[in-house]
């Protein structure tokens, strides 16, 4: 049995996932391992220098806000005689929770993943992968986090006639969204044109928000002062999607590409929950939405997934290119993924238990939970 590990480090919440290959009479077979396990995205040391992750002590401060690499002022901490920067602190939180999910250091035979925004430029991607490795993970592989979610997607639903699918990546910080090629014969990079990022969209501007609404919407709740009603927020988180919608036609346009072009949208993010979010992109793009059920953990399982196959194809991944970064001489190492693997029938196939018709889309939900938004004709 091979195994495979994936690592989502979130602004907000850190997710690893573990997957399983078992090789049996019908070939491999690839599935979840349990559940993957969250933690809150912040460090504490005691006095030993040990790291613990996602503690919030009574007496004392934990170092969080740390995981966006590109921000300016980014958080960093002295243990001891070391100085850690960003990337270091990203690196144990990883570190830790592998250990703390398989319960010892990774041997031999068991894949590991790491996820990075997408947005990365290539020298802040080699000081990621640099801190890695000197935590010991020289082993693990930094994937862009849409290229794990359409992973999970293949894996899922598979195999994906070749196309294009939009990643509408939702999470407490922002939104991020991308263009990337799925199915057969995509390349070596499948993200086409430019991700694109922002900040006004996502859990945190939605909650301030609401938060000024509420303020100003006082004398119409009809119970407590300053709450707002059900109707209310489902009615802000539509306008509030509705307007994010600026962020996709511009990412097409980049890419030179149209709706008509994109055969399906992905939703992930711990803040693409509410189901106003997969309705209203159905609605507008007219794409089949897939959504899981808890959207945060996608790129994780996605990156388990890649990890898992990376496992089963211990030379394949051992082979790594050198590449130069512009004049300045700075370098760094690409693993290739193998997103475009085929994945057996059986997991390909889905029985649709339940459909639900909210205004001009469908809402199905298959039998592994998933729920999938098409548009209606």
């Given at each position: ?9 979130g ?31 912040t460090?504490?040391?005691?006095s ?7 503690r919030?002590p009574?007496?004392g401060?934990?170092?969080a ?9 980014a958080p960093?901490a002295r ?9 270091d602190?990203?690196a ?5 929770v592998?250990r703390?999910?398989?319960g ?18 290539p ?14 993970l ?9 290229i ?8 899922q ?7 294009l699918?939009?990643?509408?990546d ?6 991020t969204?991308?263009l990337?090629?799925v199915g ?14 922002s900040k ?13 609404r ?7 709740t ?8 059900d109707?209310?927020?489902t009615?802000l ?24 072009d ?15 979010v997969?309705?209203v992109?159905?609605?507008t793009?007219a ?9 945060e ?9 890649l ?5 089963a ?7 790594r ?23 057996a029938?059986a ?7 339940a ?8 809402v199905?939900?298959?039998a ?10």
């Amino acid at each position: 049995m091979t195994v495979g590990l994936g690592v989502s480090i979130g602004t907000v919440n850190t997710v690893c996932a573990v997957a399983t290959r078992d090789e049996g009479r019908h070939g491999p077979h690839r599935r979840a391992a349990g559940p993957p396990n969250t933690w809150r995205t912040t460090l504490t040391f005691d006095s030993t220098g040990t790291a613990r992750v996602g503690r919030i002590p009574r007496h004392g401060r934990a170092i969080a806000e740390f995981a966006d690499l590109t921000q300016r002022g980014a958080p960093t901490a002295r243990v001891g005689h070391r100085a850690l920067s960003a990337s270091d602190l990203v690196a144990t939180v990883a570190d830790s929770v592998i250990r703390q999910t398989i319960g010892a250091k990774p041997e031999a035979g068991v894949g590991i993943t790491i996820t990075h925004p997408v947005a990365y430029p290539p020298e802040v991607v080699a000081d990621l992968r640099h801190a890695l490795d000197a935590v010991g993970l020289e082993q693990a592989r930094l994937v862009a986090e849409p290229i794990a979610a359409t992973a999970w997607l293949e894996a899922q639903y598979g195999p994906l006639m070749p196309g294009l699918a939009l990643v509408y990546d939702l999470g407490g910080s922002g939104l991020t969204v991308t263009l990337v090629r799925v199915g057969a014969g995509c390349p070596v990079n499948p993200i086409v044109g430019e991700p694109l990022r922002s900040k006004v969209f996502g859990g945190r501007a939605f909650g301030a928000l609401m938060a000024r609404r509420a303020h100003w919407s006082a004398d119409d709740t009809p119970t407590l002062v300053g709450v707002l009603s059900d109707a209310k927020i489902t009615e802000l988180r539509t306008a509030h999607i509705r307007k994010s919608l600026g962020l996709v036609y511009e990412c097409l346009r980049i890419a030179d590409v149209t709706m008509a072009d994109v055969d399906r949208v992905l939703v992930v993010g711990g803040a693409a929950r509410p189901p106003e979010v997969a309705g209203v992109l159905g609605d507008t793009l007219a794409r089949p939405v897939f959504v899981a059920p808890d959207p945060e953990r996608t790129v994780a399982d996605g990156a388990a997934i890649l990890a898992c196959r990376s496992a089963a194809k211990p030379v394949a991944v051992a082979h790594r290119r050198v590449v130069r970064v512009g004049g300045s001489g700075l370098r760094r190492r690409l693993t290739r993924a193998a997103v475009t693997t085929a994945v057996a029938a059986a997991g390909a196939l889905f029985a649709a238990t339940a459909v639900a018709n909210e205004g001009s889309s469908s809402v199905i939900i298959d039998a592994s939970g998933v729920c999938i938004v098409a548009p209606s004709h």
